[in-house]
């Protein structure tokens, strides 16, 4: 689930300390850096990769950003009728299991998103990598969960806590694995730097972070 990374639109909780140009630099380093950690992942599960874009007439954009990969616009609604129509698309196709996952984990370990699909393989109905500022870095699925998906108050500190208690009233075998941690705040670039030196995130998994060289680059620049 991404967007192509355009200065004044990327990152604004960012851009207000970094500036609208460096948000946006560090918007298309985490973009690239989450491709490779997908790419890693797909390998290894000889797996289909789809960048479901928004808004949706920026495939063109995201193509010159993510050569080779199949592109889908995520169409109307918010977040979660976006994710629960990706999934739903994916099944349709022929999927046996999706994982959605975004571009604001750059040093998420792919290793994580392999126990994450093997939750799926144990007996999970859904699974996710909590992020430690309350949501989710990821999200797996055995079949399409709409339901699982609605209702929740996007982009707050509740989601991981409202999506549990959804799966909770659903019915649902709910896996929640090690956390890890996504940069959406200018506090959050700390403990990024932190990772990227090799440091384990607060409560996080004990597996060594994404390399994310797209990244580092970015946050040498960025100063």
């Known amino acids: 689930m991404c967007k192509p990374p355009v200065a004044g639109l990327s990152k604004t909780r960012l851009a207000a300390v970094l500036g609208?140009?460096?948000?946006a630099?560090?918007?298309r380093a985490f973009l690239l850096d989450s491709a490779g950690i997908a790419r890693q992942l797909a390998?290894?599960?000889?797996a289909a990769l789809t960048a479901f874009h928004t808004p949706d007439d920026a495939g063109e954009a995201m193509a010159a950003l993510l050569p080779g990969w199949r592109l889908a616009p995520q169409g109307e609604g918010d977040l979660g009728a976006r994710m629960a129509r990706a999934v739903e698309q994916l099944f349709?196709?022929?999927?046996g299991r999706a994982l959605l996952?975004?571009?604001d984990a750059p040093t998420l370990p792919p290793a994580l998103l392999e126990l994450l699909l093997a939750a799926l393989r144990d007996g999970a109905d859904a699974a996710v990598i909590p992020a430690l500022d309350g949501g989710y870095c990821a999200i797996a699925f055995a079949r399409p969960l709409p339901a699982l998906l609605?209702?929740?108050?996007?982009?707050t500190p509740a989601v991981l806590a409202e999506t549990r208690a959804r799966a909770g009233a659903l019915g649902l075998r709910f896996d929640e694995l090690q956390s890890w941690h996504d940069v959406d705040e200018a506090a959050d670039l700390e403990l990024l730097r932190l990772t990227l030196d090799g440091?384990?995130?607060?409560?996080?998994s004990p597996l060594p972070g994404y390399r994310a060289s797209a990244t580092r680059e970015a946050m040498r620049l960025a100063g």
Not at 150 to 155: L, R
């Open 25 to 27: 630099e560090l918007a």
């Open 101 to 103: 996952m975004g571009a």
């Open 92 to 95: 349709a196709e022929g999927a």
């Open 199 to 204: 440091a384990r995130p607060p409560g996080g």
């Open 43 to 46: 390998t290894r599960e000889h």
């Open 150 to 155: 609605e209702g929740i108050a996007w982009s």
């Open 20 to 23: 609208a140009e460096r948000a």
